[in-house]
């Protein structure tokens, strides 16, 4: 995908890693980013990063009707979504039997749910570009076991 200045890039879990790294690498490419995290301090720091070219939402990817809001706060606020990397998620150390379903949920909700929700509300607005992509980004974790990992496994 060929990034320019009227490319409208959308990134869950951008408040940190992978995901900040990813809307700045967007921003500087050219992109205009809608950036998304439940951390709202490190959603600021991201966006003092990118510039004046970012929109930041509070964003909790595991609440299916705050993602309905947010696809709504994008094309309100920009028009359209381009490109959108669902890249939110989370990561639990322990044994199934030391983890509570409490924990296992609270993953799911993030790492499974927030995949599928984001996938499905922005699907029609990618749908409306004559090109447009959905990333989703997985861990290796999903294709190999690794001790201590049971939930995110």
């Not at 790294?21 to 991201?46: F, H, K, P, Y």
């Not at 090109?131 to 001790?147: K, Y």
Request: net charge negative.
């Amino acid at each position: 995908m060929q990034i320019t200045s009227e490319t409208i890039a959308v990134v869950t879990g951008a408040a940190s890693g992978i995901g900040r790294a990813l809307a700045i690498q967007l921003a500087q490419r050219g992109a205009t980013v809608a950036i998304a995290d439940v951390n709202e301090s490190g959603l600021r720091e991201t966006a003092a990063l990118i510039g004046s070219r970012c929109s930041t939402h509070i964003v909790d990817v595991s609440n299916e009707a705050r993602v309905q809001e947010f696809v709504a706060e994008v094309v309100n606020t920009h028009g359209a979504a381009h490109l959108v990397i669902n890249n939110a998620g989370v990561a639990l150390y322990g044994t199934a039997s030391q983890l509570t379903t409490e924990e296992m949920a609270w993953l799911m909700g993030i790492n499974f749910w927030g995949v599928v929700y984001g996938t499905k509300y922005f699907l029609p607005v990618l749908q409306q570009q004559s090109s447009a992509h959905l990333v989703n980004i997985s861990s290796v974790f999903g294709l190999i076991g690794f001790p201590g990992q049971s939930a995110y496994n």
